[in-house]
Each structure stands twice: as structure tokens, then as C-alpha cells.
């Protein structure tokens, strides 16, 4: 999360929406079904018995349609279901727990059984799709200790998926259906050093994955940030035109290129190059993931005067740096961070007691309808609110470095702990 980071109104910076007709500029590979699996620590439940407990959680809004034409070699049962609202089949299912071919982590380590459930994302709301199917899974059987999704390997504790996913004031957000891999040549990449950021994820959510390419190393924190905020905008919104320049937020303004182009502008000693794709997906064609459907993230702009061309968005992130631009979150993306921060306050309050600095960032008013995040260092919290002098410049508001402001937890987004300074 960078130090600076803005909250537009709702139709601010608004992304062009892929699919408002029927071309597909992107070379999207065919959907593909996702797979969540959960690590439970109980018995193994029958097939009557979890069906049972989805009829009582979803009413009439499940249909149950018998066993799935193939099941998982080592199932116990299998069986192919509907739910109302969700518009396409799951498959569910049951198996035993192998903990060292699959390498669990701790939190999942006392679990006896896996359920799984698989079925394709919604390109119109994949988000809801799935949540719909943690929710499925959370229904099935007690004593969830861990959901593992196949497609990202991604891995969320049982009290995660109970607090974030499933709880009362749950707010699952578009980053959770992806992730974001950095590669390099080196393990700490530092001045000088290149490096590949590429999502995975984003294919299921009939959305081009989006990468960037030959990023300073400096530049990765920031650059990483920037890559997650655009992607969950178009997982919200849609996707720009090849070449279209946009707005991912205040003086962020990129452009999508395409994958082609770009790779005619590596070295060989690059990382991402063509003969590197070819091998990590197999093949030169268009069955190659690492080829297909592919979006750089650029600047707006080409850069250079004796050969113009499209980079890695230097400009932006240069404003990130600065505190003179503010990355635009999705709002399902803050209010998932202000519930967890809110959740987490008391653990700050015990630090500050402690001894430990503590940093906040919080949201403020900002025009008509928009909000601005901006962190404060923390002089004084309590239980409903905290005070503390403005870090960085707002992008959008008349406020200085040092003005000291205070918010209530209800304008809380974020916040972190570090060891005082010496003076």
C-alpha cells in the first residue's frame, strides 16, 4: 500500500468497458473453471449429510442434479448442483487429506478431509461468483481450518474465512481472485536490477492478465501496488482498449499495450522474454498462457525522442513517490481493509503501550463525492479514534506535512506499527 493513495468518487477515472461489443482486442484464452478446496478437521461428512446442510443454508435455491459424468480419482462422493443467482453448475465433492503432497501449511495441518467445489466465474461479477462458492464451501461441513484456491495458490486461514469471507461484517475484494508474481535475476532486486511483475488470476475472471515489464527494482513496492490497484479496477469495471490511455487514480495515467510489441523491445538477458514464455507454458502458440491474453502496463505517454516507446509507468509511480498522485482502490477493496484494520486496533493500542511508532491512514472527505486515504504518524489513539501529523502532501486537499488532524475508527483504513527513531 503506498503512503499516498486517493479514493475518487464513483465515476471518477472511469475505465472503458471491455464486452460493450462483441470484439475481443486481448486474445482472451477460454474461460476455465476455478477451484476452491477446503481443509476440514472433523469426520468425514456423507453425501446426505452436506446435502442436508446446503438445503438448510440456501432453501430452494439449491438444485441438486445427481453425480458429475467424471469424478476425483480418490473421492469419496461427487455430485453437480445449482444456485440460484449463480447461473452455472458446481461440482462438489469429497476426498482424504494428503498433507505432504500437497505441502499444507501449519493452520491446516490437523485436517482430515477435503471438500472441493469447482465452477466457471461470472466475467460480469466474478467477485460474487466467488464468494458464492466460499460460502458454498463454508456450509459443507464444521471445523474449517484452512481454503486453499487451486487456480492462484492461494492460501486463507479457517479464522480468515470465517472473519473476512463469511462473518457478519465480511467484505471479500477483487485482489483475493488474483495474485501478483515478481520475477528477477536477482533475489533483492536493487538499483540497476530489473524486474517482470505478471498477475495470475485474472484469465478466470475473463480479464487479460496484466504485467509489467523491466521495473527498477527501487521501484518495486510502489510498482506492485500500482499493478494490483489497475487490476482490480478492471475486474470491477472492464478493460481499456490496447493503446487507450486512462486514469488509474490522481496523475496516474497509464495505458494497456499490447504483449507483441512489447517483447520486441527486451534483450535477451531480460526477464519475460519470448524464449522464457515459450518455455514456462510449452508451447509457441496460442495455448501458451504466458502468451495469450496478455496486457502490459505502461505510462500513458511513449517515452525517448530518437525511438518513442511505451514503458513500465516511471512517470506515475514517480507521483506515488512524490506524495503528488493517490492510486484509486476499488470501494469493496477499502472496506475489506478498514474492517480488518478496525478488527486488528486493538493490537496498535498494545503496541503503542509498548513503546512501538505507529502510522494510520485514514480517509478524508475530498470533493463532492470523493474520499483521499493519507497516513498520519499516530501522537494519541484510543478505543474510537486516532490523532496524528499528516505524513505527505494530499493529492487533493489544501493540507501540509505536518498538520495534525483526527479521525474516528469509522475513517480508518489501514495502519502499522514499527520501532521509535532516535532522535
Request: charged content about 25%.
Amino acid at each position: 500500500m503506498t503512503s499516498q493513495e486517493a479514493q475518487p468518487g464513483e465515476h471518477d477515472h472511469q475505465l472503458p468497458i471491455l464486452g460493450q461489443d462483441d470484439t475481443d482486442p486481448w486474445g482472451l484464452p477460454e474461460l476455465s473453471p476455478s477451484t476452491l478446496i477446503g481443509f476440514f478437521d472433523g469426520d468425514q461428512p456423507s453425501v446426505d449429510q452436506v446435502l442436508e446442510r446446503l438445503s438448510g443454508a440456501f432453501g430452494a435455491g439449491v438444485e441438486f442434479h445427481g453425480e458429475p459424468p467424471e469424478r476425483p480419482e480418490q473421492a469419496f462422493w461427487a455430485v453437480v448442483l445449482e444456485l440460484e443467482g449463480h447461473g452455472l453448475p458446481l461440482v462438489l465433492w469429497s476426498e482424504p487429506v494428503e498433507q505432504e503432497a500437497m505441502q499444507v501449511p501449519p493452520f491446516a495441518k490437523s485436517a482430515r478431509v477435503m471438500i472441493g467445489v469447482q465452477s466457471m466465474l461470472d466475467p460480469d461479477d466474478p467477485l460474487e461468483s466467488w464468494r458464492l462458492m466460499v460460502r458454498l464451501l463454508g456450509v459443507t461441513a464444521d471445523d474449517l481450518s484452512a481454503m486453499l484456491d487451486i487456480e492462484t495458490e492461494q492460501w486463507f486461514s479457517g479464522e480468515e474465512v470465517a472473519v473476512r469471507l463469511l462473518g457478519g461484517e465480511a467484505a471479500p475484494e477483487e485482489t483475493m481472485l488474483f495474485r501478483i508474481h515478481a520475477a528477477s535475476t536477482v533475489e533483492e532486486p536493487r538499483e540497476g536490477d530489473k524486474v517482470w511483475l505478471r498477475t495470475l488470476g485474472l484469465h478466470r475472471c475473463g480479464r487479460p492478465e496484466l504485467e509489467m515489464l523491466e521495473v527498477e527494482g527501487p521501484a518495486l513496492p510502489l510498482a506492485h501496488d500500482l499493478l494490483e490497484a489497475v487490476a482490480a479496477l478492471c475486474i470491477q469495471r472492464g478493460v481499456p482498449e490496447p493503446g487507450f490511455p486512462f486514469e488509474a487514480g490522481v496523475n496516474v495515467a497509464l495505458s494497456l499495450q499490447p504483449l507483441s510489441e512489447q517483447l520486441e523491445l527486451l534483450s535477451d538477458n531480460a526477464v519475460g522474454t519470448l524464449a522464457q514464455r515459450i518455455q514456462m507454458g510449452g508451447t509457441e502458440g496460442s495455448g501458451n498462457p504466458m502468451l495469450a491474453g496478455r496486457a502490459i502496463v505502461c505510462g500513458a505517454e511513449p517515452r525517448g525522442s530518437f525511438r518513442a516507446i511505451h514503458t513500465w509507468p516511471i512517470e506515475a509511480v514517480g507521483h506515488l513517490e512524490r506524495g503528488e498522485g493517490g492510486l484509486e482502490r476499488t470501494e469493496n477493496w477499502t472496506r475489506s481493509m478498514s474492517a480488518e484494520a478496525r478488527r486488528l486496533w486493538p493490537r496498535l493500542l498494545e503496541g503503542v503501550r509498548g513503546g512501538l511508532a505507529a502510522q494510520a491512514c485514514i480517509a478524508l472527505a475530498a470533493g463532492e463525492s470523493g474520499r483521499e486515504q493519507v497516513w498520519i504518524q499516530v501522537d494519541s489513539a484510543t478505543e474510537s479514534e486516532v490523532t496524528g501529523s499528516l505524513l505527505s502532501r494530499p493529492a487533493q486537499l489544501e493540507l501540509a506535512p505536518g498538520d495534525v488532524l483526527t479521525a474516528s475508527l469509522d475513517d480508518l483504513v489501514d495502519w502499522r506499527l514499527m520501532e521509535q527513531q532516535n532522535a
